[in-house]
């Protein structure tokens, strides 16, 4: 009897053993599945809340959304996989665009009307081709478009959207959408009809720029800068400073182009490779691999003597500033000859001691951008004052000469009534 109660007690266990494993089971399934419902609850409401607002035309949802003053914050768009090589944003998500608040997103089927099926050709850059176009309310527009065989391509894509979505004055071009459609990335600019400031100085068909128009390009840029290093928040490095990433618009005023390698200051300084364009590469950047602002100097220093001489960095332009910078005036020398006799020399000197400064070969001894826009302002001032200086003498010569007619005039009256008495 002993042991059949012995039994009873241990199957009762066991029972109630297996019937306690089975309980938590269902309960843990519950709770799985209504968290997994709940997950799926927010992910389709997510996505809802991302879907463009016009299939076939600007996008006006937000992507990422940030305040003016203060630094990014992301929000990610997933789009559905596709097979194109473009597809390859990073290791976890092969669809992110990181854009900017209220930035239009545009098909690729606008695109494809507004430039003609992509004839309209403007340029090539190491981005991918550039084309004009013209936007359905009628504005005109220049459009970039990733090759597909552009290696930094969509590193560069997405730092442009992220920082131009953010940085808005006047000596910046304005980006106005962009596109992620069909695997294609392209971005959509302000147009600016002068086209580069290298094309205006190392192309015979463009009119030649007259000292005026190239102190103020020179001003105009060095503001685009100022505003890129102490008025954006945070600071920015622009990393490509060239004379073919400053565009002219119809009235031949300079605006600062082309962020793809551009950093805010707050990087963390990663080694990415030695990034910009030789001939305008700052030499201790070369060697320490360090980008700072005054490498930004360095590269505008050079524009400076591109605008004083017409030559290119890639032809021995330092060759030429090193050997003018022996005397006092030597920068007339090498001054463009369309330059000679149209402008006054200590303005160009006064000029090119400013971008001598700026390539200094210790960073710290080189101007701020600050300093730099002030003594292009004064060269510019000091212009003016000599102009308007030069309008009042000859007005008062003309003065002169009126008073004296009228001298004359009352003479020959006196004359005259003397004679008919």
């Not at 241990?10 to 209504?34: N, Q, T």
Request: overall charge positive; glycine content about 6%.
């Amino acid at each position: 009897m002993a042991h059949k109660a012995d039994l009873v007690i241990i199957g009762v266990c066991v029972g109630l053993a297996v019937g306690i494993f089975l309980a938590s089971l269902a309960f843990f399934g519950v709770r799985w599945y209504k968290r997994r419902a709940h997950l799926r609850k927010c992910v389709n409401d997510n996505s809802a809340s991302t879907l463009p607002i016009r299939q076939n035309g600007v996008d006006t949802s937000s992507i990422l959304s940030e305040s003016f003053s203060n630094s990014v914050t992301v929000k990610v768009l997933t789009y559905p996989a596709k097979t194109s090589p473009l597809s390859k944003w990073n290791r976890h998500n092969k669809e992110q665009l990181v854009s900017a608040s209220g930035l239009p997103r545009y098909s690729y089927k606008d695109l494809q009307k507004a430039t003609k099926n992509f004839t309209t050709i403007l340029g090539q850059g190491s981005f991918g081709p550039v084309y004009k176009a013209t936007m359905p309310a009628g504005e005109v527009v220049a459009v970039k478009a990733l090759a597909s065989d552009s290696k930094q391509g969509e590193t560069e894509f997405q730092t442009e959207v992220s920082l131009l979505g953010r940085l808005h004055h006047r000596n910046l071009v304005n980006l106005v959408g962009y596109c992620v459609d069909k695997g294609q990335r392209m971005l959509i600019y302000e147009y600016m009809s002068n086209g580069s400031l290298a094309s205006f100085l190392y192309s015979e068909e463009k009119h030649a720029l007259n000292w005026q128009e190239r102190l103020q390009i020179a001003l105009d840029i060095s503001h685009g800068i100022e505003y890129l290093h102490d008025g954006a928040v945070p600071p920015v490095i622009h990393r490509d400073l060239k004379s073919a990433n400053i565009l002219l618009d119809h009235f031949v005023r300079a605006k600062v182009a082309d962020f793809g390698l551009s950093k805010e200051e707050v990087f963390d300084g990663r080694n990415s490779g030695l990034k910009g364009t030789y001939g305008y590469i700052d030499p201790v950047y070369i060697s320490t691999n360090k980008f700072t602002m005054k490498s930004d100097i360095y590269s505008f220093g050079i524009i400076l003597f591109e605008l004083i001489t017409a030559i290119h960095p890639q032809q021995n332009l330092i060759d030429y500033v090193n050997l003018a910078a022996m005397s006092s005036d030597g920068i007339d020398e090498i001054l463009d000859k369309e330059l000679v006799g149209e402008c006054d020399p200590e303005d160009v000197r006064s000029l090119a001691r400013t971008a001598h400064r700026c390539l200094h070969k210790t960073p710290r001894k080189r101007p701020s951008i600050g300093e730099v826009s002030q003594a292009i302002a004064k060269v510019k001032q000091r212009r003016l004052v000599r102009e308007d200086s030069t309008m009042s003498f000859a007005g008062e010569e003309f003065s002169g000469v009126v008073g004296c007619i009228e001298l004359q005039q009352n003479q020959l009256k006196k004359m005259t009534s003397i004679a008919e008495s």
